[in-house]
């Protein structure tokens, strides 16, 4: 017993020494995440000629003086009509709803489908699903914008949105689908083929018993597809291009072209571009981590 | 499974999908591959003429090689700082804040990421004339905050000490004397009010030595001549090196070193120039030295260092130069007294700017990696790696002998959607550079043939082929894990 006493203190003074390297190494880390954003949001509230003259990190050394914050850039940025951040997000909302609900429920039906019907090419089928989730969408750009210029649908004056809607919706399809019929595969057997001896119909088992079973899988999907349609430029970019119409990604990189260096604009407009999808991952950040994980990992 | 389900059903469910996928994703593919064997308005079959501008062309080989450097400087850093945070993250209480952290630059936009780290690379070019000296981005102030405290009093003490007719306070004199002039030239033109400019010269000798001592003068305040005070303490101690002969080149380069190294450049630059004319140069190679150049100078003024390789074409004649230097020749005040870092243009300066690019794409997807890594990682028997340290393994042996290899599956599907994510890259580089200065990637010069200028349709239907060409083993590679996925089922 008495000879265990020194090796246990080398151990101990090991750890010890490991844990201070674990948590310097991953405090560093962390600040070198945090910090340029912290930057922009502290920038944002500052006077023009504050920002232009010295760093943002000088705001906190006086971190309580609030004369030096301002909401004057957003007020700017919002009310301006040179900026029009507020119609941008107008936009952004508008096309963000549609292009989240109708991928969900064409891709939910189509999930229910590969999971409870039996039907000739079927496995052909999803394996085309399964290799259409990774294509570059750049290889449809150009057939899909003749086809819709074709139909009158881009630049049309009255649904200026339809052309990116069903962009976005069928863009959203083969993950989504791919990932509810994971999900829905994946749920007892049993209580389905009960269903269907006591003589459910297809539309009661998808709409009482397949839907509300895949909520979680549903929720994370409405995260995904809400995240990744607001924040997407390069669809907008080729489907709306610029004008009134164009979302909050196309102003902003718009801004950034045309403002340069005038921080104290650049810096608000960027925050009010973010703050929608930093409230939905903040309050929703279980869903979404969830989401990534049955994707990527063995479903 | 069910028997009341008629032949029609599926098609109900499947319909819309089925049809929205046709109609944009497999038939537009397949018209693109048709496409890009079509000149640029689909008019003519043109055989494999875009295929050979994609691979030939100037931008287009930049593009490649950009794509390349990101699939392997991406990636590796991706998926190493993923799995190197998701091991620390797993050994602290604050565990799920440090994972929020990294996770949060995956809930916002590219463009909006775009604009954070524009602003943390921001440059206040050196010699700024209306923002002297501070640098408002993150990095730059970092790098120059690491630089010696030098300010316009001590290189006026330097000088003084050399014995040239100049001191702190003739130096001040002189600012509030050409400052006084401004304002009240500014008074006569009506920009001014009496009472601004009174107040003004009322703290004029104060704000004079405060700034002299490296202080810039509080903001908003209505000074004529702000950006030009410190240029006229330099020709202040121009006057002075001129009225006293006695002082040689040498001297004048102590103390100012940057100014010295200039000179050199400017007339090496010449001889390489000419070099290049006279055919005794590759453009490459002069290209090169011309990069390397304010190196190389600096280092021959500061520490008499010779530069490496016999292609210099003046070297000779450095010492010359040096020892001619009596005058400082001022491009900016504020060049002569940065001694040390150099600010950088991370987002034009060739090279770097590519770099700086792909740290914006870590930056972003280093929270997706770390997730599904830290999700492996709980997976891993706790009971192999107790045995192993019992057995002796200290941290790092346990980590790679039995952490990885059991990961390693989940590292394989974490490393190709990194890779399918990098190949596809767009708008980052649109945003920040909009390609130019060397940053090229496929996906901006797609867009830019298929909208930019005279819409080359073929072009940019088979430089997106080339992409899809490039994922395609990656694609496959995806089908043959979900049908072994399948098979477990």
């Given at each position: ?10 151990i ?9 390297f ?31 003259s ?13 004369t ?31 292009a ?35 294509i ?15 139909w ?19 863009y ?58 607001w ?5 907008a ?34 925050f ?13 950040q ?14 | 499974?069910?028997?009341r ?50 691979v ?41 804040l440090?994972?929020?952290?990294i ?101 004029l ?6 700034f ?13 001549l ?26 004048v ?27 005794t ?5 002069a290209?090169e030295?011309l ?13 008499n260092?010779r ?21 400082i ?7 002569v007294?940065d ?22 794409g ?17 997976s ?5 790696l ?18 990885v ?10 490393t ?35 909208y ?8 940019a239907?088979a ?23 399948e098979?477990?089922?």
């Amino acid at each position: 017993m008495t000879a265990q006493a020194p090796r246990r203190s080398k151990i101990e003074w090991g750890q010890w020494f490991g844990h201070v390297f674990v948590q310097v190494a991953l405090i560093t880390i962390l600040l070198m995440w945090i910090l340029p954003t912290v930057g922009l949001l502290i920038s944002s509230f500052r006077d023009q000629q504050d920002i232009a003259s010295t760093g943002w990190w000088t705001a906190l050394k006086t971190p309580l003086k609030f004369t030096q914050y301002t909401l004057d850039n957003y007020d700017a940025v919002i009310n301006n009509p040179n900026y029009d951040m507020k119609r941008a997000f107008l936009n952004s909302l508008i096309i963000t709803i549609p292009a989240t609900f109708f991928p969900l429920l064409f891709a939910s039906a189509a999930a229910y489908a590969f999971s409870w019907m039996k039907f000739r090419g079927q496995n052909l089928l999803f394996v085309i699903v399964v290799g259409l989730t990774i294509i570059p969408l750049q290889l449809t750009f150009i057939p899909v914008l003749t086809l819709f210029n074709d139909w009158g649908i881009t630049n049309n004056d009255y649904i200026p949105y339809l052309g990116i809607w069903i962009a976005h919706t069928g863009y959203g399809l083969p993950y989504a689908i791919y990932l509810l019929r994971n999900f829905m595969g994946s749920l007892p057997k049993e209580i389905f083929e009960s269903a269907f001896l006591d003589g459910c119909s297809h539309t009661t088992a998808f709409l009482r018993l397949a839907l509300p079973l895949s909520i979680p899988a549903v929720a994370s999907l409405v995260i995904f597809q809400f995240l990744w349609v607001w924040n997407d430029l390069l669809v907008a970019l080729i489907y709306v291009g610029g004008g009134k119409n164009a979302p909050l990604t196309y102003a902003l990189s718009g801004l950034v072209n045309s403002l340069g260096q005038d921080w104290h604009l650049l810096t608000a407009a960027a925050f009010v571009s973010m703050i929608l999808p930093l409230l939905v991952f903040l309050s929703l950040q279980r869903f979404f981590v969830r989401g990534i994980l049955a994707g990527s990992v063995k479903g | 499974m069910n028997m009341r389900q008629s032949r029609w059903t599926p098609l109900v469910y499947l319909g819309p999908a089925v049809f929205l996928l046709f109609l944009l994703m497999v038939y537009p593919s397949l018209e693109t591959i048709r496409l890009s064997f079509m000149d640029k308005r689909d008019t003519e079959f043109v055989g494999l003429e875009n295929y050979d501008y994609a691979v030939t062309s100037p931008r287009m080989k930049e593009a490649l090689g950009n794509n390349l450097l990101w699939l392997v400087v991406f990636t590796v850093g991706t998926v190493g700082l993923g799995l190197l945070i998701a091991t620390l993250a797993d050994r602290v209480r604050y565990e799920s804040l440090a994972k929020a952290i990294i996770f949060m630059p995956m809930a916002i936009s590219f463009v909006g990421a775009g604009v954070i780290w524009k602003f943390v690379y921001d440059l206040n070019p050196p010699g700024n004339p209306t923002q002297p000296g501070s640098q408002i981005g993150l990095l730059n102030a970092i790098l120059v905050s690491l630089n010696p405290d030098d300010n316009l009093a001590d290189l006026v003490d330097k000088f003084a000490d050399e014995d040239i007719d100049i001191s702190q306070a003739s130096a001040t004199t002189a600012i509030i004397d050409a400052e006084t002039e401004a304002i009240n030239a500014a008074v006569a033109a009506g920009e001014l009010t009496q009472s601004q400019a009174d107040e003004l010269l009322d703290k004029l000798p104060d704000t004079a030595r405060d700034f002299l001592h490296g202080d810039l003068p509080p903001q908003g305040e209505n000074w004529q001549l702000l950006g030009r005070w410190a240029n006229i303490v330099i020709d202040q101690i121009n006057a002075a090196v001129a009225a006293n002969p006695s002082l040689d080149g040498q001297t004048v380069c102590k103390i100012v070193p940057q100014a010295c190294s200039r000179e050199i450049e400017k007339v090496e630059e010449d001889a390489i120039d000419a070099a290049v004319d006279a055919g005794t140069l590759t453009e490459d190679r002069a290209e090169e030295m011309l990069d390397d150049l304010p190196e190389v100078a600096l280092a021959y003024v500061k520490d008499n260092k010779r530069p490496s390789g016999s292609d210099w074409q003046t070297v000779d004649q450095w010492d010359t130069i040096i020892t001619n230097t009596r005058e400082i020749n001022v491009r900016s005040a504020n060049e002569v007294l940065d001694t040390g870092f150099e600010p950088i243009d991370w987002i034009r300066k060739g090279t770097i700017n590519n770099f700086a690019l792909i740290i914006v794409g870590v930056w972003i997807w280093t929270g997706f990696c770390m997730v599904v890594l830290s999700a492996g990682l709980k997976s891993v028997p706790k009971e192999l790696l107790e045995a192993a340290r019992v057995d002796g393994a200290n941290e790092l042996q346990a980590f790679f002998r039995i952490t990885v290899p059991v990961l390693m599956p989940t590292i394989t599907v974490v490393t190709t959607t990194m890779i399918i994510t990098v190949l596809k890259v767009f708008d980052i580089v649109y945003v920040m550079t909009a390609g130019n200065f060397g940053t090229e990637v496929i996906a901006n010069r797609m867009y830019l043939e298929m909208y930019g200028g005279d819409r080359q349709f073929g072009r940019a239907s088979a430089i997106a082929v080339i992409l899809m060409l490039a994922i395609i083993p990656l694609l496959i590679y995806n089908i043959y894990q979900f049908r072994k996925q399948e098979a477990y089922r």
